[in-house]
C-alpha cells in the first residue's frame, strides 16, 4: 500500500492530473482573470491559459513571463487574442510551453535562461513587429506564423508554414552546443533569407524566398559551418526568387560551406537589373544538383550535369506560382518521393511535392494538421502501415 501511494505521489509530482482550464475573459463571470498573468500567476504546471479576445477588438496591455508547463489558446477557434507587449520564456528540463493563436501587437516571443531542454510550441500565432527567438536550450516547433516585421532564430526543431513580411528578415539556426548531429526542418515559408551557423543536418523543402538585396542582405540561403560530412543540407523544392539589386558586389542564391543536395529548385532572377545572382560553395564541398531550372541566371551550379535555362520566367514573382507552359511543370526528380498530390510527376519549385505550399497558406489561425510523416509507397504486403501526424486546434 505504502508504495502504491508513493507511486501515485511520484505521478502526481510529474503530471498535473488535476490540470484545469484558466480563463482570461474581460468582465469575466467570477473565477475568471481579467489578465493573462494573473492566471499564469494561479496556474499549475499542465494548465491552459484560454484567452477570450477583449471586447473592441482591443490589447492586453501586459508583459507576460511564461515559467510553467502552459498552453495558451484562444477561447474562439480562429480568432486570435492580442497582447501589447513581450512573451517570455524561461526554460527548465523537460518544461512544455504552446503559445496558439496570440496576436502581438507591440513586442517579441524570446526564451530566456538556461536548461535543456525546454519544448516550445509557437503556433498561428500574428507578431505584428517583433521576433521569435528560441536559441539554444529551447526545441521549438514554430508553425503557421505571420510576421509583420520580425525573424525567426530557433537552435533546434522546426519551422513550418510561417510568413515573414519583411525582406531584410529572416529564419535564423543559431548555434547550440546543445546536441549534436541534430537534424532541423525548415519547410513551406515565406521569408527572404535562410542562415545558418549550426554544425547541423538541415532540410530546407518548399520555401518560397522572395528577396530584394541590399548591402548586408545578399544571399537567400547561407550555410555557415564548414563541414565534410555529407548531404548536410537538403535543398529541395525552394522557388527563389530576387526582385532588385542595389548591392553590386555580393549578390548569391546559395553560400554554402558544407555537401549538399540541391534538386527540383527553381531560381530566377527578375528582368530589372544587370547584377547576376550567382552560387558560392566552399572549395571541396560537395553539391550535387539535379533537376533546378534556372531563369535569367548567366551562371548555374556548375556541378550540375544538365541545369535547364528557361527562356521565360517559370514563376510569377510574388506568389511563386508557376507560369504555364513552362519546363519546371512536372519538372522535378521524377522518383515517386517527388511526386505531387495528385500523383503527377513532381513540379520543381515550393508547389511541387509532398510539401507544396498549398497545404500551408493561407494562415488562418485557425486548426491545422501541419506534418504527417508517412511511407512514400504504399505496398500491399500485409505489413502495418505507420502514420504519424502533427496539428494543433485553435
Ligand atoms: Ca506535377
Redesign the pocket.
Known sequence: MKKTIQTLLALLLVTNVFAIDRIVQENGPSGTFSTISAAVAAALDGDRIIIYPKIGDNPYIENIVLNKTLELASAEDGVRYKIQGDISLLAANNRTITIIGAHITTGSITGSAAGWRTNVNVMGCLIEGGDITLNNQYYASVVSNILGNGSISIAHGKIIGNELGNANKKIIIANSGSIANDTINIIANKAARIECSSDVFLNIFNNLLVRNTFSDNFYSIIYNFASTTANKLNIFNNTFVLTSNNSSSYNYFLVLNSPALVKNNIFQKANNFTVNPRFSFAAGVNITASYNYYFNNSININSENQPTDLVAAPVNNTTGQLILPTAA????DPSFEF??L?L????AGCY?GSYTLDNYFPITGSSRVYNIEMPFGITTNGGPLNIKAESFDR
Do not use: K, R, W
Not at 511543370?329 to 522535378?332: F, S
Not at 503527377?344 to 513540379?347: C, F, H, L, M, T
Open positions: 511543370l512536372n519538372g522535378a511526386y505531387d495528385d503527377s510527376v513532381g513540379d511541387g
